[in-house]
């Protein structure tokens, strides 16, 4: 019993001995660096020296906390030191972390116990303040906006701020917000749909607009872009589709011009319907760098210039026009915009229309084509609207050709000198310009000439020339090749003699009046009466005095015998013309010629005099009854004083 006693009082005196040892012994943390602010989102370090008086191997920072988990937690716990010897003394570093989107005040307490012992070595508690942060993010889509595709805006609060958020907008396309105040929760997010206005009045091109968005401090923006297709409403219907647009060049490639060269377009359109479509206008445009369309100013070739009208395309049918143009010799350099478009005036622009092709380079929407001016010295003078009158003559003939005189070249040219040679029919003329030419500037030239006699019946080569490049006298360039003008020449080399009449002409008339100041139309039917095939020139001779003649639409014929063809002489008649007037016809085949005079009356300005004979009855009876309407006013007059 004694025993049992005193083994228990050694056993406390133990346990007593070991809890004041325990006691004694001491770990301290001393913070060094302990931030009083945190942003949303961030991590900070917070630094502490750690002192001990004792070995301690198994530490335990686990049980570390923050006064609110959802707003700020500890980091880096397990990385802490769990091993520290007596009288030592560390730096450890922990991290917090604030959550995304949280503020306010919280605090944070460090605490270290060993191994499994509950009781805490040490702790320290620091508090902090989350700052209120403003963050945003914002996302558009589509980048691209069409006239049929609105975009929509996603925006995101990164931050932490409940302030309300601000959208605006800037740039050349003019955008249209749903919304332009927002209050979006932290970490919430909100979409606006964005449209773009009165496209209408922006030129051919890529449109970009900007919308900003603000919270305090905070901004993002993002950018969306239109298009302005050739349609003016844009791209309309499903009907009607541009399925091919060759581009053709008389230059050195077919999307870089030079001044002068010819292009010629083909553009294939395709009804995709089940029902026809009529009156299907295709467009050609070009526009320059401000969006503006500058087609009207290339020379074009074809009757309609830059629109073509198609009366009819079949459903499930295609048609395909040809736009051919000259490039202008003062034409802008610069990088234009090729485009086309095809619409139905039945059905209208704004409800059927088409403007992209896979042919086309950018966006299926247009190909660029760059003007430049040209840059090789043996091509910096041009010709162009050459007219010579006429293509076809026979020995003894007047011939005119006049040409426009371009500089397509880089340089000014102080002097130009033009040549016009054959050799064969003794041609070596030239015109100097001594006024010269600027860039791009134009004169115009005439040479005139006659047909030598005796020369042989076939086709000669006229050749325009020009000497440039002017200094000290001479000219030092030459163009490299010259420009060839066609000249048929017939009825010069005797033929075979024919015997009895070489033809007949039988004239009638085509105009429906014959009036002064106006023109006049009459056909010659032409029959070769000769027994071989003989070939004809043919021209009106004998009218200069009453007329001016603009056009023959044949003047060599060649016919078999008995073989007959029709030609028309237009006349420009002059004002003062009256009477009967006379010109020939005649028809030669170089050894014999046949003529018909041909008589034209104008009926001489009728004179009032002959008016008022031509109505002399209407005025006598006019006259009677007025004098009648006199004599019973006066007869009532005489009965109302009785």
Request: aromatic share 6%.
């Amino acid at each position: 019993m004694k025993t049992s006693l005193f083994t228990r009082t050694i056993l406390i005196f133990v346990s007593l001995l070991f809890l004041a040892a325990s006691a004694s012994a001491a770990l301290t943390l001393t913070p060094v660096q302990v931030p009083n602010s945190i942003a949303p989102g961030q991590d900070v370090q917070v630094r502490y020296n750690i002192s001990s008086d004792a070995n301690y191997t198994s530490l335990d920072w686990s049980a570390s906390t923050t006064s609110d988990s959802t707003k700020l937690v500890w980091k880096n716990l397990a990385s802490l030191p769990i091993n520290i010897n007596a009288g030592t003394t560390q730096e450890i570093t922990a991290v917090l972390n604030a959550k995304s989107h949280s503020i306010g005040s919280v605090s944070a307490t460090l605490r270290v116990k060993n191994g499994t012992n509950p009781a805490f070595l040490a702790s320290h508690t620091s508090s902090l303040s989350i700052n209120e942060t403003s963050g945003l993010s914002v996302s558009g889509s589509p980048a691209l906006l069409t006239s049929r595709q609105n975009g929509t805006i996603n925006i995101n609060n990164t931050g932490n701020s409940n302030s309300p958020i601000i959208l605006s907008t800037s740039g050349a396309l003019n955008l249209t917000l749903s919304s332009k105040t927002l209050s979006i929760s932290p970490g919430a997010s909100q979409s606006v749909l964005v449209s773009p206005g009165n496209t209408g009045a922006l030129p051919f091109g890529t449109h970009t607009g900007t919308v900003l968005v603000n919270q305090g401090s905070a901004s993002a923006s993002t950018i969306f872009s239109f298009q302005k297709t050739f349609c003016s409403s844009g791209t309309q219907g499903t009907n009607l589709s541009i399925s091919r647009v060759d581009i053709t060049s008389s230059g050195d490639d077919d999307e870089e011009w030079k001044p002068l060269d010819i292009v010629t377009i083909r553009v294939r359109v395709d009804n995709d319907g089940n029902n026809d479509l009529k009156d299907v206008v295709v467009r050609l445009g070009l526009f320059d760098g401000a969006g503006v369309n500058v087609a009207n100013d290339l020379d074009f070739n074809n009757k309609d210039e830059d629109e073509i009208t198609i009366d009819r395309i079949n459903d499930n049918d295609e048609e395909t026009v040809e736009f051919e143009f000259t490039v202008p010799g003062d034409m802008d350099t610069g990088d234009y915009k090729l485009s086309v478009k095809a619409f139905s005036e039945k059905v209208s622009e704004n409800l059927l229309c088409a403007d992209t092709s896979s042919d086309f380079e950018t966006e299926n929407i247009y190909t660029t084509i760059s003007i430049d001016r040209e840059d090789e010295e043996g091509r910096f003078i041009n010709f162009d609207d050459i007219d010579l009158s006429p293509t076809q003559a026979t020995c003894g003939d007047a011939v005119t050709l006049s040409a426009d005189v371009f500089n397509v070249g880089e340089d000014d040219q102080d002097r130009v000198r033009v040549i016009l040679r054959n050799r064969e029919l003794s041609l070596d003329m030239s015109q100097e310009l001594r006024q010269g030419l600027d860039i791009g500037d134009d004169d115009r030239i005439t040479f005139s000439f006659t047909v030598p006699r005796n020369v042989q019946d076939k086709d000669y080569t006229l050749e325009l020339d020009a000497d440039y490049d002017y200094s000290g006298g001479d000219y030092d360039q030459s163009l490299d090749e010259t420009k060839k003008v066609l000249l048929t020449v017939f009825g010069c080399t005797p033929g075979q003699p024919v015997t009895g009449a070489v033809a007949s002409i039988n004239a009638e008339l085509v105009s429906d009046e014959v009036l002064a100041g106006k023109e006049l139309l009459v056909r010659a039917k032409l029959t070769n009466l000769a027994n071989q095939t003989t070939t004809f020139v043919v021209s009106p001779k004998g009218y200069e005095s009453w007329a001016d003649l603009t056009r023959t639409s044949d003047r060599l014929v060649t016919l078999r015998t008995g073989e007959s063809k029709d030609i028309t002489f237009t006349f420009d008649v002059n004002e003062d013309v009256t009477g009967e007037q006379t010109f020939t016809i005649e028809a030669s085949n170089g050894n014999r010629a046949q003529t018909q005079e041909v008589a034209v009356e104008f009926a001489e300005e009728r004179a009032r005099s002959d008016v008022f004979s031509d109505n002399k009855l209407i005025w006598v009876i006019g006259i009677v009854n007025i004098i009648l309407i006199i004599l019973i006013i006066v007869v009532a007059i005489k009965i109302s004083q009785r």
